[in-house]
């Protein structure tokens, strides 16, 4: 009888044994992915050829040709808002040309129409600035032709206003 009693205490150790390890590797199982995530910037500049002149006189058409240019590796939309220094100065000067290729929003900012590929630039957002011959030379101000530009990854978007109505 106490061979029995021993026999059957060692069996439910065993089961237990078997039963609790088998619960303790299921517990603790598990698997694991990395998973690496990257992202990308984008990085844009301004670039323009201007030469502006020593003493400007009403009538001068001032060469200012700005593009914009996009130094990282993934594809970007492109706003620029144009503003002049200063209103008065402004108002002596003809409105801006805006070339093909930029369209105006109601938020006020010019919207490059294609998707800017890595590495390229943009067509020039004008040509010139020019003086109106109306203005007396003595009444004319100095002034800056500001361009403040912005950009947004292109991916997941079809077009601009789209892509920065997001932000």
């Known amino acids: 009888m106490k061979k029995k009693g021993l026999f059957f205490a060692l069996l439910i150790c065993l089961c237990a044994g078997t039963t609790g390890g088998s ?3 299921w ?3 598990r698997e694991e992915a990395k998973n690496i995530v990257r992202f990308a910037g984008n990085d844009i500049h301004i670039q323009e050829e201007f030469n502006p002149p020593q ?3 009403p009538g001068d058409v001032i060469a200012k040709r700005p593009c914009i ?3 990282s590796e993934t594809d970007v939309f492109v706003r620029v808002m144009v503003r002049f220094s200063d209103s008065d100065a ?3 000067c ?3 040309s805006i ?3 930029w369209s105006l929003k109601k938020d006020g900012y010019y919207y490059y129409d294609e998707k800017l590929h890595a590495g390229e630039s943009t067509t020039e957002i004008f040509d010139n600035i020019v003086i109106k011959r109306t203005v007396k030379k003595e009444e004319l101000l100095p002034f800056d032709v500001l361009v403040y530009a912005e950009s ?3 991916y997941g978007f079809s077009e601009a206003q789209e892509a920065f109505d997001t932000l």
């Open 27 to 29: 517990l603790i199982d």
């Open 23 to 25: 619960v303790y590797a």
């Open 152 to 154: 947004v990854q292109a």
């Open 90 to 92: 402004m108002e002596q």
């Open 55 to 57: 003493d400007p006189d």
């Open 94 to 96: 003809e409105p801006l």
């Open 99 to 101: 070339n093909s290729g």
């Open 69 to 71: 240019t996009n130094d």
